[in-house]
């Protein structure tokens, strides 16, 4: 029987949360109703087998407090930058949350904000490689050398120090911000930093609440499958990184399922760490993102514990989602810190009736409708727009629509409600006809609207 990975990304964040704490502050600078304390935090040393180096990681720790700040529970947001050029520490800005933005929210909020940089630190030169690599480079270059020797290189997937950085810099902030007794964090952060996002609930017992963005990939195979076939048995040119480490031709190897045991959210369900799920959850995807296809909430979201709620952003592609930031967190930040409930939007399919439930009186409903007649393609880079027509408040909190089942190619459509607060929830998007696939690569339009090849997912790969 294969080892049970599931305790391999709590254990070592527990280890570096036993070593000692190593930072300074750097100043303290006035803003406008804000006060930003700048830190820099040396989260740890990861090297796995000695084979990445600079071994040491750093961040900018920047801990904006409102004038008025609420006690208990803050922001952690889990932001990007290049700290690293050709092995020598450089400044780093981290770009996903500027500071006006951050500012913003703690003022909006009066919730304390901390921004962590460098998650990863970046470059990295792994084992003989020569090549110092960045973000998916590096993320996939990490999965195929944990793939080549999983027992002796568990801690080799770049998501584990990722997960410890903010793990550490939580620890930090229990420690200067003991004036606001802050022992609890609600995360967030885009695309692979969402998938740290998620991945921090069930390492560290002080998230309470995340909203990840941009990372719609939870039961990564089922997930991985469905956009492969989705393009026809070929991938988004996006994926490149992963295509060129081979990822993608072990997808349905047992190597990948020791992967999927420490990276993939949804395989914690059937652990001891299922109650991290448990936690309030808003979950933001893009409608026409460059990695995901917009029905992959299909493999995961109704199997998520506890509360959640999720929004599909209409017209919007993976890169530029962080523009949703401020105004998706407010709401969400202040409902929670008022103990107020999340709207939740339920939808269910009978033939080709949608119903959707409110579980709150929306003062906006929109149905948001795109088509391909060509493929099932909804890449906003290959041009794709979704359409809103605005639907009457429904009396009784439910509506029904039909489903329109298009002569040639697809249609994609979802329910948006906005509620008086701002707070922007959705339903599922549903995909018609569904049960079809294409046979063909989708079009290419442009650069950003390529596909690659398909290999095949490495049916035929077991173990030796």
């Known amino acids: 029987p294969e080892c049970d ?21 750097i100043n303290i600078a006035p803003l406008a109703q804000v006060v930003v304390r700048h830190y820099e935090l040396l989260s740890q040393h990861w090297s796995p087998d000695d084979m990445v180096t600079p071994a040491q990681w750093r961040h900018n720790v920047d801990i904006y407090i409102p004038e008025t700040a609420k006690e208990h529970h803050a ?9 690293y050029e050709k092995g020598v520490q450089i400044p780093s800005k981290a770009g996903d949350f500027p500071q006006e ?67 550490q810099a939580m620890r930090l902030a229990k420690k200067e911000l003991t004036q606001w007794n802050i022992n609890s964090f609600i995360i967030t952060g885009i695309s692979k930093r969402g998938w740290t996002t998620w991945l921090s609930a069930i390492a560290d017992p002080d998230v309470e609440a995340i909203v990840p963005f941009a990372i719609d990939l939870l039961d990564i195979d089922a997930s991985l499958e469905h956009i492969y076939q989705s393009y ?27 992967l999927r045991q420490i990276i993939d959210p949804l395989r914690y369900l059937n652990t001891i760490y299922q109650p991290r799920l448990a936690i309030p959850k808003y979950i933001i995807n893009a409608s026409g993102d460059d990695f995901f296809v917009p029905d992959n909430t299909r493999f995961y979201y109704s199997k998520l514990p506890g509360v959640k709620s999720l929004r599909i952003v209409p017209n919007m592609n993976h890169y530029s989602i962080n523009q949703f930031a401020e105004e998706s967190l407010v709401p969400f930040i202040n409902r929670f810190q008022s103990k107020k409930t999340l709207p939740q939007l339920i939808g269910l399919i009978h033939h080709h009736l949608l119903t959707v439930y409110f579980s709150e009186a929306p003062v ?37 629509i039909t489903l329109n089942e298009p002569k040639t190619g697809w249609e994609a459509t ?44 490495g049916e035929n790969d077991s173990l030796d």
């Open 75 to 83: 922001l952690v947001v889990v932001n990007n930058g290049i700290n």
């Open 364 to 400: 906006k409903v929109v149905r948001w409708t795109a088509n391909n007649p060509n493929a099932r393609d909804f890449r906003y880079a290959c041009g794709i727009r979704y359409q809103p027509l605005t639907i009457d408040i429904p009396a009784n909190n439910k509506i029904s």
């Open 101 to 167: 933005t951050l500012a913003s929210i703690a003022r909006d909020t009066n919730t304390i904000v901390i921004s962590v940089s460098d998650i990863p630190n970046q470059y990295l030169t792994f084992q003989d490689d020569k090549k110092p690599l960045k973000e998916d480079e590096s993320v996939s270059r990490s999965w195929a050398l944990f793939m080549e020797a999983p027992e002796q290189r568990e801690l080799m997937p770049l998501n584990i120090p990722m997960v410890t950085a903010i793990s």
């Open 232 to 258: 026809g048995g070929n991938w988004p040119i996006t994926f490149y990184p992963y295509y060129q480490q081979g990822i993608d031709e072990k997808i349905k190897s047992p190597t990948f399922t020791q």
């Open 414 to 457: 979802y329910i948006e409600a906005t509620f008086n607060d701002g707070y922007v929830a959705t339903s599922q998007v549903y995909i018609t006809p569904d049960e079809k696939y294409p046979q063909t690569a989708p079009p290419s339009v442009n650069a950003a609207c390529q596909t690659l090849p398909g290999r095949g997912l």
């Open 5 to 25: 990975l599931s305790h391999v990304l709590p254990d070592y964040r527990e280890q570096i949360s036993g070593t000692p704490l190593k930072y300074t502050l």
